[in-house]
């Protein structure tokens, strides 16, 4: 008789694997189900032996309660015998086979289930292998989490969501008076779903948004890994990598590429109102507004003490004297109550660790810091009245105003008592060079702006230095387009000497003539519209060429040529002007 495998394995385990005879253990391999009343006993014993066991004449020989374990030598031994050969220990044996029945039953069902779960699994990976269903398909399926993001683009004051049916980012956006936000980014990938990625202002800055613009192949995007058109992709988002697919990547790219300009635009709302668009960044997390020497420094503090507001009701009693740093106390005309307006902080030069043994520090930064100043976001209206002074505000009153009264007032103290300038009163205002001091002003010219060639080479130039300082940088294949109509521009219409000539042959891969050098500009024209984006270092020595064109060559009609130069460079000048606002972004973290 064949027994089927998980009935066979069902008695097998309801026995402990150990043969019913013997009592050793029996292997998979040795296992023999036998039955213990043999079936093939002579008819007149079987029927003698069935009336002494009081069993029905069509007792079912295939019956679990006959069928038991044993090792095949031990069935074989039994030579279709009864053993053993009491009546009354076969019938207490068949009791203890029967009480078996319920624990073999419960043991195949089990076999029975984990047999089609198996052949279930082999259904499911076979139709995936197939291509007939995704994995996030069938687990949306079995889970009933069919439920994918709700496609949206939604913005508001302090937040941004932008989601696809796979992607979704939210995004903290900078809230005054903070200029930091941060990010989080979650996926319906199956690897990955419920697990949401957060970033902070500087990691979302300088991982994410780099390479912003450029395809996912492009190999600009730092966190793309690794990329396969074909397969998979390998992304690292904060200590997290994982795989995801292309189409995926894809939509990733497409929806940070939406939130930086959104992110770039709210801190730039804040520096709006501080007014400190112009100024560096210390890594104190204050705004450089210009560097002075330790002695100017001191002066200022020692006057500072002097001009306590407790001390007198002048115009400049208006310190708090007993502050380690500068401390302005005063009445406004649009607020009558005294309160403070400015906090001044010293710096020191930042420098590396070598540096520090070759250049003495002898210097100092003025710093301007609001948030001791300032609560919540309400009181963003204090700078608009001026009643906390803002970094342009606190910029030019200490260069015009404090400066030159402390070097003034310094130099009247070593006067005598009578040609004291607080005697004359007209000490307020004196004659003040600003070579003793270091500016932090940052400017950039506007492309739109430029009337002439002198301003448009300095933004040519400009452009430049910058993509050689931040080399991982993408371009457009329009930007780098209007590029290089500009050369082709400038070479037919600028008047070149030879000098000019072989700089720029060198530079744009010419063969010596002027006619060689349009062929290899129109060239590198058309082998940039087969690719994607490139990177903005590539583009210097084209940049540079262009300005040395611009100022060494002779040209007919400037006028004429500054206008079709802002048209051809309108799309660089708009990236590069974005890509400028996410440096500044970048070391505001």
């Given at each position: 008789?064949?027994?089927?495998?998980?009935?066979?394995?069902?008695?097998?385990?309801?026995?402990?694997?150990?043969?019913?005879?013997?009592?050793?253990?029996?292997?998979?391999?040795?296992?023999?189900?036998?039955?213990?009343?043999?079936?093939?006993?002579?008819?007149?014993?079987?029927?003698?032996?069935?009336?002494?066991l009081?069993?029905?004449?069509?007792?079912?020989?295939?019956?679990?309660?006959n069928?038991?374990?044993?090792?095949?030598?031990?069935?074989?031994?039994?030579?279709?015998?009864?053993?053993?050969?009491?009546?009354?220990?076969?019938?207490?044996?068949?009791?203890?086979?029967?009480?078996?029945?319920?624990?073999?039953?419960?043991?195949?069902?089990?076999?029975?289930?984990?047999?089609?779960?198996?052949?279930?699994?082999?259904?499911?990976?076979?139709?995936?292998?197939?291509g007939?269903?995704?994995?996030?398909?069938?687990?949306?399926?079995?889970?009933?989490?069919?439920?994918?993001?709700?496609?949206?683009?939604?913005?508001?004051?302090?937040?941004?969501?932008?989601?696809?049916?796979?992607?979704?980012?939210?995004?903290?956006?900078?809230?005054?008076?903070?200029?930091?936000?941060?990010?989080?980014?979650?996926?319906?990938?199956?690897?990955i779903?419920?697990?949401?990625?957060?970033?902070?202002h500087?990691?979302?800055v300088?991982?994410l948004?780099?390479?912003?613009?450029?395809?996912?192949?492009?190999?600009?995007?730092?966190?793309?890994?690794?990329?396969?058109?074909?397969?998979?992709?390998?992304?690292?988002?904060?200590?997290?990598?994982?795989?995801?697919s292309?189409?995926?990547?894809?939509?990733l790219?497409?929806?940070?590429?939406?939130?930086?300009?959104?992110y770039?635009?709210?801190?730039?709302?804040?520096?709006?109102?501080?007014?400190?668009?112009?100024?560096?960044?210390?890594?104190?997390?204050?705004?450089?507004?210009?560097k002075?020497?330790?002695?100017?420094?001191?002066?200022?503090?020692?006057?500072?003490?002097?001009?306590?507001?407790?001390?007198?009701?002048?115009?400049?009693?208006?310190?708090?004297?007993?502050?380690?740093?500068?401390?302005?106390?005063?009445?406004?005309?649009?607020?009558?109550?005294?309160?403070?307006?400015?906090?001044?902080?010293?710096?020191?030069?930042?420098?590396?660790?070598w540096?520090?043994?070759?250049?003495?520090?002898?210097?100092?930064?003025?710093?301007?810091?609001?948030?001791?100043?300032?609560?919540?976001?309400?009181?963003?209206?204090?700078?608009?009245?001026?009643?906390?002074?803002?970094?342009?505000y606190?910029?030019?009153?200490?260069?015009?105003?404090?400066?030159?009264?402390?070097?003034?007032?310094?130099?009247?103290?070593?006067?005598?008592?009578?040609?004291?300038l607080?005697?004359?009163?007209?000490?307020?205002?004196?004659?003040?060079?600003?070579?003793?001091?270091?500016?932090?002003?940052?400017?950039?010219?506007?492309?739109?702006?430029?009337?002439?060639?002198?301003?448009?080479?300095?933004w040519?130039?400009?452009?430049?230095?910058?993509?050689?300082?931040h080399?991982?940088?993408?371009?457009?294949?329009?930007?780098?387009?209007g590029?290089?109509?500009?050369?082709?521009?400038?070479?037919?219409?600028?008047?070149?000497?030879?000098?000019?000539?072989?700089?720029i042959?060198i530079?744009?891969?010419?063969?010596?003539?002027?006619?060689?050098?349009?062929?290899?500009?129109?060239?590198?024209?058309?082998?940039?519209?087969?690719?994607?984006?490139?990177?903005?270092?590539?583009?210097?020595?084209?940049?540079?060429?262009?300005?040395?064109?611009?100022?060494?060559?002779?040209?007919?009609?400037?006028?004429?040529?500054?206008?079709?130069?802002?048209?051809?460079?309108?799309?660089?000048?708009?990236?590069?002007?974005?890509?400028?606002?996410?440096?500044?972004?970048?070391v505001?973290?």
């Amino acid at each position: 008789m064949t027994i089927e495998a998980n009935l066979r394995r069902a008695i097998w385990k309801a026995y402990h694997k150990k043969c019913f005879y013997c009592g050793e253990d029996v292997s998979w391999r040795e296992l023999h189900i036998d039955h213990f009343i043999p079936r093939h006993l002579d008819s007149d014993l079987k029927r003698e032996i069935l009336s002494d066991l009081k069993l029905d004449v069509d007792f079912e020989f295939n019956s679990l309660k006959n069928l038991v374990p044993s090792h095949s030598s031990c069935n074989t031994g039994r030579k279709g015998k009864l053993v053993p050969k009491s009546i009354n220990i076969v019938a207490g044996t068949l009791l203890i086979t029967e009480n078996q029945i319920p624990k073999i039953l419960e043991i195949k069902e089990k076999l029975d289930l984990e047999e089609k779960y198996d052949e279930n699994i082999a259904q499911m990976v076979a139709h995936i292998e197939k291509g007939y269903v995704t994995p996030e398909e069938l687990y949306d399926h079995l889970s009933q989490d069919d439920e994918s993001f709700v496609e949206a683009e939604t913005i508001e004051a302090n937040s941004a969501r932008i989601s696809t049916k796979n992607v979704m980012i939210y995004c903290n956006l900078p809230e005054f008076p903070e200029i930091h936000g941060s990010l989080l980014i979650a996926f319906r990938s199956l690897r990955i779903r419920d697990c949401y990625i957060t970033f902070s202002h500087l990691e979302m800055v300088n991982k994410l948004f780099q390479g912003i613009g450029s395809c996912p192949e492009s190999g600009f995007r730092e966190f793309i890994v690794a990329y396969n058109a074909t397969k998979e992709c390998v992304v690292q988002l904060g200590n997290n990598r994982f795989t995801l697919s292309v189409d995926i990547v894809r939509q990733l790219c497409e929806l940070i590429d939406k939130v930086a300009p959104v992110y770039i635009n709210a801190v730039k709302a804040i520096e709006s109102v501080f007014k400190t668009q112009n100024f560096s960044y210390s890594s104190n997390g204050r705004f450089k507004l210009l560097k002075i020497s330790r002695s100017l420094w001191r002066n200022i503090l020692e006057f500072a003490r002097e001009h306590d507001y407790e001390n007198g009701d002048t115009e400049w009693h208006i310190f708090d004297g007993r502050a380690a740093y500068l401390k302005i106390c005063c009445e406004i005309p649009q607020d009558k109550v005294r309160d403070y307006r400015l906090f001044v902080y010293p710096e020191a030069e930042e420098r590396e660790i070598w540096e520090s043994f070759i250049y003495p520090d002898e210097e100092v930064w003025l710093c301007w810091e609001p948030s001791f100043l300032i609560d919540n976001k309400e009181d963003s209206v204090k700078f608009k009245n001026n009643i906390v002074w803002d970094a342009e505000y606190s910029y030019q009153w200490l260069k015009n105003r404090l400066i030159p009264v402390v070097l003034e007032y310094k130099k009247s103290k070593q006067k005598s008592f009578f040609h004291n300038l607080f005697k004359r009163r007209k000490f307020l205002m004196p004659t003040f060079e600003t070579s003793d001091f270091t500016l932090s002003v940052i400017s950039h010219n506007i492309l739109t702006d430029i009337k002439n060639i002198e301003i448009m080479r300095n933004w040519i130039d400009e452009v430049q230095i910058f993509f050689a300082t931040h080399s991982r940088h993408y371009l457009s294949v329009e930007s780098i387009d209007g590029v290089y109509k500009a050369i082709l521009l400038c070479l037919n219409y600028i008047k070149l000497n030879q000098g000019t000539l072989e700089y720029i042959n060198i530079k744009l891969d010419g063969n010596g003539s002027l006619e060689s050098i349009i062929k290899s500009v129109e060239q590198k024209l058309m082998d940039i519209r087969n690719r994607s984006s490139i990177n903005g270092s590539n583009m210097e020595y084209t940049l540079r060429s262009l300005c040395v064109m611009l100022r060494e060559g002779t040209i007919a009609n400037e006028e004429k040529l500054v206008l079709e130069l802002v048209f051809f460079l309108n799309v660089l000048g708009q990236e590069y002007a974005f890509l400028c606002d996410l440096e500044r972004v970048r070391v505001l973290a």
